[in-house]
């Protein structure tokens, strides 16, 4: 495509162009921004807004969140316009963390960045909105994952059919939990995999498995994952590990990337955002 206008723009314009042709009827939307990630590019627009940043790479970071920003405002605006904002099911989240040594970004003070398992890479901001149903300014505690977007939308959605018992999805349905009336965890475990790193958590509790190598960490008094605990916790450790080769057996080999990534080991130690 021949796109004029700045893409981000661009995904705004169109947005809310699809909620105008379909605001009168249910609709599923998805936006999936490119900002913040490459291109690293943005228009004077935005970039003029963050002036007093010297560095260039952090303010074009800046300008092109505050462009996602405009645009995330523009699709509610519409929202409200058309009437549906309050019976209207809305997430907002990221897919990892930020790439800190390509983009400008930060995870601090978490360790690890984009494509790595460690907190740096996965923690992410998630956040969901229903005005006419669920109750707001709430901080949910417990650990979700963006797999609990499908099932949540199908309960939103009252869809009829069921799921089959060879299709079983890995989300569970937030809404009991975030409107109080499920007092338990969404999830007993959580999983990751990212070619050879691999990681679990359960409650406050992580193992990470980079190559043959394993780290314990409990999030709960270290977010940071600076204190390995699978000498002290080692119980811990093995259950953890054990939960992580059923998961991993029950899937496919790892199919991203190209095979010298497949095969990589890292087990330098993490390092940390700054």
């Not at 228009?43 to 010297?54: P, Q």
């Not at 800046?62 to 409200?80: E, H, P, T």
């Not at 995999?193 to 990681?199: D, P, Q």
Request: hydrophobic share 40%.
């Amino acid at each position: 495509m021949d796109e004029k206008e700045y893409l981000t723009d661009a995904f705004a314009r169109e947005a809310v162009a699809f909620i105008e042709r379909h605001h009168n009827a249910p609709f599923f939307l998805m936006v999936t921004f490119n900002a913040v990630h490459n291109p690293t590019q943005a228009t004077s627009k935005y970039l003029d807004r963050f002036a007093s940043i010297t560095d260039p790479l952090r303010k074009t970071l800046a300008a092109r969140l505050s462009a996602m920003d405009d645009a995330v405002g523009a699709i509610l605006q519409k929202l409200r316009d058309a009437g549906v904002h309050d019976d209207t099911l809305i997430f907002f989240f990221s897919d990892n963390g930020g790439p800190t040594d390509k983009n400008g970004s930060r995870n601090d003070p978490l360790s690890g960045f984009k494509g790595e398992v460690r907190e740096g890479g996965i923690r992410v901001p998630f956040l969901m909105q229903w005005k006419s149903r669920l109750p707001a300014g709430r901080t949910y505690e417990q650990p979700v994952i963006a797999l609990d977007i499908h099932p949540t939308c199908l309960a939103a959605a009252r869809a009829r059919t069921p799921i089959p018992p060879d299709k079983l999805l890995d989300g569970v349905n937030l809404l009991p939990y975030v409107r109080g009336d499920e007092s338990a965890a969404p999830h007993e475990y959580l999983y990751w995999r990212f070619g050879r790193r691999l990681a679990v958590r359960r409650g406050g509790y992580k193992l990470v498995r980079i190559g043959d190598r394993e780290q314990l960490f409990d999030l709960e008094t270290d977010p940071t994952e600076s204190s390995d605990l699978s000498m002290q916790k080692a119980d811990v450790a093995r259950e953890l590990g054990a939960a992580l080769d059923k998961w991993n057996a029950e899937l496919k080999p790892p199919a991203w990337g190209s095979p010298a990534q497949q095969r990589r080991s890292p087990v330098a130690p993490a390092r940390r955002a700054r």
